[in-house]
């Protein structure tokens, strides 16, 4: 089980000590999410930014992607300090180069998929991949509600990766909190995004902490 803190829900004023609290939290990752004003209507940050953060961290840095060109931010945010490349399936013919352009520059590769998506989609990448994030909020901005419709994505997927022994994760992002996250767990997502609900609350080790072991219920449930 995997809990990624999103950094957009953090206060950006002083984002060295956000970081420096997501990494005594004891979280797994740290969603990074890059909008560039086009592919989604909001703006975040670039490669400059993280490459400022990298140093106060040894967290995974799983970096979201919410780009109409991602080919030309690839490489810097590689650079950056990027473990893993999330890019969206709705880019269409131009998604297996950037999966392998993602490998060339040893990241691991995500990929994402919006709600109105068809799951189908992600279908013919999934042995390629170490990630498939499925938005549960249409991409863009922090604090939206869970969409519930997407849940029998996570059900298909696990389905999919179950059926053909593969070992991807299956990140779910947008609405997660103490409620949703462990419905999704149930669903069979193993990595959590979340970042109002991580935020808000005044420990987030705390926070951490019990995320994980909500979602960890469901885990065992499976497996029994
Ligand atoms: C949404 C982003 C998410 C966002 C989640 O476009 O991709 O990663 O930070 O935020 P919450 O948890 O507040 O919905
Ligand atoms: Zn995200």
Request: hydrophobic residues 45%.
């Amino acid at each position: 089980m995997i809990i990624a803190p999103s950094l957009l829900a953090s206060n950006f004023g002083r984002l060295e000590k956000e970081v420096k609290r997501v990494n005594a939290a004891g979280a797994d990752w740290l969603h990074l999410d890059i909008m560039d004003g086009h592919f989604v209507q909001n703006i975040s940050f670039g490669p400059a930014v993280v490459k400022t953060l990298r140093p106060f961290s040894k967290l995974f840095f799983d970096v979201h992607m919410m780009c109409s060109k991602p080919e030309i931010l690839l490489e810097p945010f590689a650079r950056a300090g990027a473990n893993q490349i999330n890019i969206h399936v709705e880019l269409g013919a131009q998604v297996t180069p950037l999966i392998w352009r993602i490998r060339a520059l040893q990241c691991k590769v995500g990929l994402a998929i919006n709600p109105p998506t068809a799951i189908s989609l992600v279908q013919p990448y999934l042995a390629h991949i170490d990630s498939l994030l499925i938005m549960t909020v249409n991409p863009g901005f922090g604090g939206q509600s869970f969409i519930y419709e997407t849940l029998p994505k996570i059900q298909q997927a696990c389905a999919w990766r179950q059926e053909k022994k593969l070992k991807f994760h299956i990140g779910v992002d947008g609405g997660i909190d103490f409620k949703t996250a462990p419905e999704c767990a149930q669903a069979g997502a193993d990595a959590f995004i979340s970042g109002t609900a991580l935020f808000n609350q005044r420990s987030l080790k705390r926070a951490v902490k019990k995320m994980r072991l909500d979602c960890k219920k469901f885990e065992l449930v499976e497996t029994a």
